[in-house]
């Protein structure tokens, strides 16, 4: 078996990514990149699932956090800009951040950034040219101030900022300062979105299957524990009920919602010692 993985990780110009991994989750099975890429990674995806076999329900639960928080930010708070920091491939059948956001408010601008070629080519096909306010720039999370200015965002006014599952493939000690220098600029009013597989079950079955991943080849992966997405967000007020599996975040507290092992936050920029 060992030998096996060996070779399929090593296979040459070839290799699983984070972005088609997550796809094969979410349920799409049609990417752009080469099949053998493809390949490798349906072969990591079909490894998680052994462990949690409701990563696609997961995935779709944290989609639909991501809506509605961007639903709050746009109608209640009255946000006009939003960065969905390393979304991965548009979303198969299932809408777009753009279309969510323009389905509440059609001027909204909206910025795509990631750092994956294939990723880039598929949002400027797909999503790029779907609107004027929607645009697609190359930049890297780990340079956070860089990925700012390359937005063209007007970091004077409010903007939202969507970090769901990318933060997951930095090491917390690395996370906590990246997220301190993306914040930090933000104007007053803006809402950080963020939502990170968790860890801190009973045998950790999350780690496992991101470690499986990372045997085959996919970049590593951390799950993170409520005090550690307190400490990641500690910069923010937290919007009510803080950080919760993403199922239950900004829903209605007294009806039934499963549990998927994915925690969620989101956190208004304010000034130190306000509250919402």
């Known amino acids: 078996m060992q030998e096996r993985?060996?070779?399929?990780?090593?296979?040459?110009?070839?290799?699983?990514t984070a972005a088609e991994v997550w796809s094969f989750l979410a349920g799409d099975q049609n990417r752009i990149g080469r099949p053998g890429d493809r390949d490798l990674s349906?072969?990591?995806?079909?490894?998680?699932?052994?462990?949690?076999?409701?990563?696609?329900?997961?995935?779709?639960?944290?989609?639909?956090?991501?809506?509605?928080?961007l639903r709050y930010a746009i109608e209640w708070?009255?946000?006009?800009?939003?960065?969905?920091?390393?979304?991965?491939f548009p979303a198969g059948g299932r809408r777009c951040t753009h279309q969510v956001v323009h389905a509440l408010h059609p001027r909204v601008r909206v910025v795509y950034?990631?750092?994956?070629?294939?990723?880039?080519?598929?949002?400027?096909?797909?999503?790029?040219?779907?609107?004027?306010?929607?645009?697609v720039v190359e930049a890297d999370l780990r340079r956070p101030r860089e990925l700012l200015a390359a937005?063209?965002?007007?970091?004077?006014?409010?903007?939202?900022?969507?970090?769901?599952?990318?933060?997951?493939f930095l090491p917390?000690?690395?996370?906590?300062?990246?997220?301190?220098?993306?914040?930090?600029?933000?104007?007053?009013?803006?809402?950080?979105?963020?939502?990170e597989p968790m860890a801190?079950?009973?045998?950790?079955?999350?780690?496992?299957?991101?470690?499986?991943?990372?045997?085959?080849?996919?970049?590593?992966?951390?799950?993170r524990t409520r005090p550690q997405m307190l400490e990641l967000m500690a910069p923010l007020?937290?919007?009510?009920?803080?950080?919760?599996?993403?199922?239950?975040?900004?829903r209605d507290p007294l009806a039934a919602h499963p549990m998927v092992p994915v925690l969620g936050g989101v956190g208004w920029r304010g000034i130190e010692g306000w509250s919402l």
């Open 151 to 168: 937005s063209g965002l007007d970091l004077g006014r409010p903007v939202a900022v969507v970090l769901a599952n990318v933060l997951t």
């Open 200 to 223: 801190g079950l009973l045998d950790e079955p999350v780690q496992a299957a991101l470690d499986a991943m990372t045997a085959r080849g996919v970049p590593a992966a951390y799950a």
């Open 237 to 250: 007020v937290l919007l009510d009920p803080g950080v919760h599996p993403v199922s239950f975040c900004l």
């Open 5 to 16: 993985i060996d070779d399929q990780a090593t296979r040459v110009g070839q290799r699983p």
């Open 172 to 195: 917390f000690e690395t996370a906590v300062p990246v997220m301190r220098d993306l914040i930090a600029p933000l104007a007053l009013g803006s809402h950080v979105i963020v939502a």
């Open 42 to 69: 349906r072969e990591a995806a079909a490894v998680a699932t052994e462990g949690l076999p409701d990563l696609a329900e997961t995935v779709r639960a944290t989609e639909d956090f991501v809506a509605r928080a």
């Open 77 to 88: 708070a009255g946000v006009r800009q939003v960065v969905h920091i390393g979304p991965g």
């Open 113 to 135: 950034v990631d750092n994956d070629s294939a990723v880039l080519a598929c949002l400027r096909e797909r999503c790029g040219r779907s609107a004027e306010a929607v645009s």
